[in-house]
């Protein structure tokens, strides 16, 4: 199916450096583009050093200096605070006032193509996402990536040929936390999962995130042009998942645990938490694990003929990334330890 008017050489993207940005820079310079990086943290692959501008979003005449000099066919916006805890005057600061600028930015260098990045989290779970102008957001993260979308479709930035796209629970290489607590649980065989009846869920292994991007970057503007996209691989059970992972990484499924057990686990949590303490669950991760959270990934699908990633293919591309990155955890000899 052709989808596309011409397959966009030069790229920006915003928040580079982060999970979603690491591999779709990576992506993009394996396949020939020009691509500039604009994050205030270091690339997470060194090859990706030069292409980095080390800069706030929130720094308007830095980041419009950048996309003069770059002048990119098209800007992913990925640069966002997408921690839960944060305070809402951080959240709102950059993933709103920062935006803003992008926008501003892009409005004044006459940009091709935005993509803007929300999030599923701005309905639900267990809220209707049938209406791109509702949001049913959650927690503070998802206040402000709802206040985000509310600002983009304002009257001054409808000549912009922006695109928004709600990535809803990505997973694989270069993820901020996973290596570190859930899969290192799961390594262990400490990641307890809730029995009962099946969880559906909308997960997205990253490399099919970064290929729906580059579909929706090269898309004709009439296919596009003010919609939102939810950027996902299909719902499914979350044990589907959890157990392919954890058979990757220890050779058996993950344990199962009645779910009073597990929500009194939670409980203690909240405790250890309103102590100081680090709890690996709370009562707030138990919502979210026993939480159904679909979306509406099939527009990508059915529309521009869409094919993923095979699951087994991408659980061994992370698990291979873990051995790698974290050989103290994830190597033979630390399975043996």
């Not at 927690?139 to 206040?147: I, L, P, Q, R």
């Not at 950027?231 to 050779?251: H, K």
Request: with cysteine; glycine share 6%; proline share 6%.
């Amino acid at each position: 199916m052709n989808h596309a008017v011409q397959p966009n050489r030069s790229w920006l993207v915003t928040g580079g450096s982060g999970f979603i940005g690491t591999n779709l820079i990576d992506n993009l310079v394996k396949n020939g583009k020009t691509v500039r990086n604009v994050d205030i943290a270091r690339p997470q692959i060194d090859q990706h050093l030069p292409l980095w501008n080390e800069l706030d979003i929130n720094d308007k005449a830095s980041l419009k200096r950048v996309m003069l000099e770059t002048s990119p066919d098209v800007n992913v916006h990925l640069a966002a605070v997408a921690n839960f805890d944060d305070a809402l005057s951080k959240l709102m600061h950059v993933n709103v006032e920062g935006t803003k600028n992008v926008l501003d930015c892009a409005l004044e260098i006459n940009l091709g193509r935005l993509i803007i990045a929300s999030t599923q989290y701005v309905n639900g779970p267990g809220k209707p996402y049938d209406d791109d102008l509702v949001h049913h957001p959650v927690n503070d993260y998802s206040k402000s990536k709802a206040e985000m979308e509310t600002l983009v479709r304002r009257s001054e930035y409808e000549r912009l040929d922006w695109v928004i796209i709600r990535p809803t629970n990505i997973w694989g290489p270069y993820h901020p936390r996973f290596p570190t607590q859930l899969w290192k649980y799961m390594k262990r065989g400490l990641y307890l999962h809730p029995m009962g009846p099946p969880i559906r869920r909308s997960y997205g292994y990253v490399g099919n995130i970064v290929k729906q991007i580059q579909i929706l970057a090269d898309a004709l503007s009439a296919r596009v042009r003010h919609r939102v996209f939810y950027v996902s691989d299909p719902p499914v059970d979350s044990a589907v998942i959890l157990d392919a992972m954890s058979m990757s990484l220890r050779g058996k499924p993950v344990r199962r645990i009645p779910r009073w057990i597990l929500r009194g686990l939670a409980h203690a949590g909240d405790i250890a938490k309103l102590a100081g303490a680090r709890a690996p669950i709370t009562s707030d991760r138990y919502e979210r694990m026993t939480s159904e959270h679909s979306s509406r990934q099939e527009e990508i699908w059915n529309e521009f003929g869409y094919s993923e990633i095979p699951l087994d293919e991408a659980i061994g591309l992370t698990t291979a990334w873990l051995g790698h990155s974290y050989p103290h955890l994830y190597s033979a000899r630390a399975s043996a330890r």
